[in-house]
């Protein structure tokens, strides 16, 4: 079974300026999450997502922040304009059913705002 | 309000010593799981157990043993005979079911351990 699958591995980007990430979850998987992860801290949730629709978006910074998960697959997260406090790691996780299956997570994208 | 507190930040043991990596969780929920990742120096999460509210038995898989004590709202985890290949950030996760809305999990702090040869 192919894992979740993300990309890019590494982003370094000046502040104010904009970037996208991508997470291909494993088929199948109705739900997908994003988690932020900065550095010395556990994954926080950003963003849930049910097929295509959003669960749960409470701790998503919305003014810079956004994403989407369209047809209920891939999801993109997009940041508009970075800024520094921004640099983390950004978690793709995706799950059949929540905890009763477990939660399967990507490798990550390392976000770097210079 | 649903909380897990990993109270060690850092742990520094030898090889071959145990070591044991303190849980301790919140939550209003009555059906509840906690799960334990390793996060290597490589980022990315690796999933080492997953237990729910129901079953307090303790597990052991090879070098790797659990002890979940709802009395005392922990999930220790312990490692005997630890190995270099060991070192990584260890989490503790709480599967926040309140409200039926979400499955999401929230993470503790991590504990990071560095096993010395």
Redesign the interface.
């Known amino acids: 079974e192919a894992g979740v699958a993300q990309s890019p591995r590494y982003k370094i980007i000046e502040k104010r300026q904009s970037v996208a990430f991508w997470c291909n979850p494993i088929s199948g998987h109705a739900t997908l999450y994003w988690y932020q992860q900065i550095l010395g801290q556990g994954p926080k949730l950003l963003i849930q997502f049910q097929n295509n629709g959003v669960v749960d978006d409470s701790q998503l910074p919305k003014d810079r922040f956004s994403a989407e998960r369209l047809k209920g697959v891939d999801s993109t997260l997009k940041i508009q304009p970075a800024k520094l406090e921004d640099s983390a790691v950004y978690l793709c996780a995706s799950s059949l059913q929540g905890a009763v299956y477990g939660y399967t997570f990507g490798s990550g994208t390392r976000l770097t705002v210079v | 309000a649903q909380k897990?507190t990993q109270a060690q930040t850092e742990i520094s043991v030898v090889e071959k010593e145990d070591v044991t990596l303190d849980c301790v969780y919140e939550t209003r929920d009555t059906t509840?799981?906690l799960?334990w990742?390793k996060q290597p120096p490589?980022?990315?999460?690796v999933?080492l157990i997953?237990r729910?509210s129901f079953d307090e038995q303790n597990e052991i898989s090879g070098r790797y043993s659990w002890n979940f004590q709802k009395s005392t709202s922990s999930f220790n985890f312990t490692i005997t005979a630890s190995q270099v290949v060991d070192s990584a950030v260890y989490?503790c996760?709480l599967?926040d079911?309140y409200g039926g809305?979400?499955?999401?999990?929230?993470?503790?702090?991590?504990t990071l351990l560095a096993v010395q040869p």
């Open positions: 897990v509840y799981y799960f990742y490589s980022g990315e999460l999933f997953r729910n989490f996760a599967n079911l809305a979400t499955n999401k999990l929230i993470f503790g702090t991590g």
